[in-house]
T-cell receptor, first 113, second 118 residues
Framework: GDSVTQMEGPVTLSEEAFLTINCTYT??????LFWYVQYPGEGLQLLLK?????DKGSNKGFEATYRKETTSFHLEKGSVQVSDSAVYFC????????????FGSGTRLSIRP | EPEVTQTPSHQVTQMGQEVILRCVPI?????FYWYRQILGQKVEFLVS????????KSEIFDDQFSVERPDGSNFTLKIRSTKLEDSAMYFC????????????????FGPGTRLLVL
């Protein structure tokens, strides 16, 4: 079935370090891909998205490119800040399935000052 | 910016009691969803709702669960007889639905209701 696999955390980095969180997906159709972020004690916020192959989503310095050939959507940021500490969820949705979102297990990111 | 709202933010209930979680989706949205997140685990799809009926539901969404859009603004999730394992954060979400391949739909999530069953 359709699924999302993302790297397990927690991931701990120093401020200004480079971030990569790996995400791969399995889908029967042509999914849209998303990264959601959940800050401590809060709900889910859409961070970025890409709706077709080779699209790059970007927001707040984060980027992810929809790679159909490797079925991946890795999240990257060149220089992380303490305020980026949160749980990051990779996700997909398929138009054909009432657009329900299928989430990965989440990666907890902690940034040291 | 319009947002999805949910009430209450926290609810504590006794096992076997009925609970109703409320959501107000964004006003021009057509599709509505409930998800849940058990503490420390992934977010799981429960149900989608369109045109006053369920579009899709997961295995989690058994006969103890029901959804309703009682008026033009609210969207509710009812759990008839709560169990300990229903303790979770429940998220409501909504989208418009642009027709066509590669549509630009984005699901907007509410802040969640944290349900604790004792």
């Amino acid at each position: 079935g359709d699924s999302v696999t993302q790297m397990e955390g927690p991931v701990t980095l120093s401020e200004e370090a480079f971030l990569t969180i790996n995400c791969t997906y399995t889908a029967t159709g042509y999914p849209s891909l998303f990264w959601y972020v959940q800050y401590p004690g809060e709900g889910l916020q859409l961070l970025l998205k890409a709706t077709k192959a080779d699209d790059k989503g970007s927001n707040k310095g984060f980027e992810a490119t929809y790679r159909k050939e490797t079925t991946s959507f890795h999240l990257e940021k060149g220089s992380v800040q303490v305020s980026d500490s949160a749980v990051y969820f990779c996700a997909l949705s398929l138009y054909s399935s009432a657009s329900k979102i299928i989430f990965g297990s989440g990666t907890r990111l902690s940034i040291r000052p | 910016e319009p947002e999805v709202t949910q009430t209450p933010s926290h609810q504590v209930t006794q096992m076997g009691q009925e609970v109703i979680l409320r959501c107000v989706p964004i006003s021009n949205h057509l599709y509505f969803y409930w998800y849940r997140q058990i503490l420390g685990q992934k977010v799981e799809f429960l149900v989608s709702f369109y045109n006053n009926e369920i579009s899709e539901k997961s295995e989690i969404f058994d006969d103890q669960f029901s959804v309703e859009r009682p008026d033009g603004s609210n969207f509710t999730l009812k759990i008839r007889s709560t169990k300990l394992e229903d303790s979770a954060m429940y998220f409501c979400a909504s989208i418009t639905r642009d027709r066509g391949i590669g549509s630009q739909e984005t699901q907007y999530f509410g802040p969640g209701t944290r349900l604790l069953v004792l």
